[in-house]
């Protein structure tokens, strides 16, 4: 079926046609929220690991990503229009007492923002808006350092917009 829609698209002829222009990008352009609404960009990342320095008094924090649905970026036969963010597989949070490994996300039973079906080997995915619980290690005036492994990132479709000026008509 999909084939013989391609193969009729020949059968069109362009004119005063909205175009978009699709970009790829595997960059989940990552970001924490704060409770109050505040924004905390990476302060470094080497490869698939994001670091955050994040400041005191903080319980928690939404990991904000791009999303993509693999019906869009796989393909129509794949029947899964979930928003998914990314597969986020080793959480470690540095105070001055030491490393303390955060593992909410992969629990059985997961915070809001995590898929439960689409957690294993280590990996839970989000939904692009997850919230990550980090206890209570940053009360009383501690200020630490956030890591993030993203095991599985994208691809991401970044729509631009462009009007052409054309409308579809069929020959």
């Known amino acids: 079926m999909f084939y ?16 978009e ?22 302060l470094r990342r080497e490869g698939p690991v994001y670091s955050f320095m994040l400041p005191s008094d903080i319980p928690s924090v939404r990991l904000v990503s791009r999303t993509n649905r693999p019906c869009d970026v796989i393909g129509p036969f794949v029947d ?37 079906d ?5 990996v839970a995915w989000t939904d692009g808006n997850a919230v990550l619980p980090l206890g209570n290690y940053l009360l009383g005036g501690k200020i630490g350092m956030l ?4 095991q599985t990132a994208g691809p991401y ?8 000026g054309r409308t579809a008509q069929t020959v």
Request: proline share 5%.
């Open 80 to 116: 899964d229009r979930r928003p998914m963010g990314g597969g986020v597989e080793d959480v470690q949070l540095l105070v001055v007492k030491g490393p303390y490994k955060i593992t909410s996300h992969l629990h059985a039973r997961k915070p809001q923002g995590w898929y439960e």
């Open 21 to 42: 222009t699709i970009h790829i990008s595997n960059d989940p352009d990552l970001l924490l929220l704060t409770e109050k609404g505040g924004t905390i960009r990476p």
């Open 118 to 122: 689409m957690g294993g080997n280590g």
């Open 157 to 164: 479709q970044i729509k631009l917009q462009a009007d052409t």
């Open 4 to 19: 013989k829609l391609k193969c009729r698209e020949n059968k069109v002829n362009a004119t005063n046609v909205q175009t």
């Open 147 to 150: 890591s993030l492994r993203i």
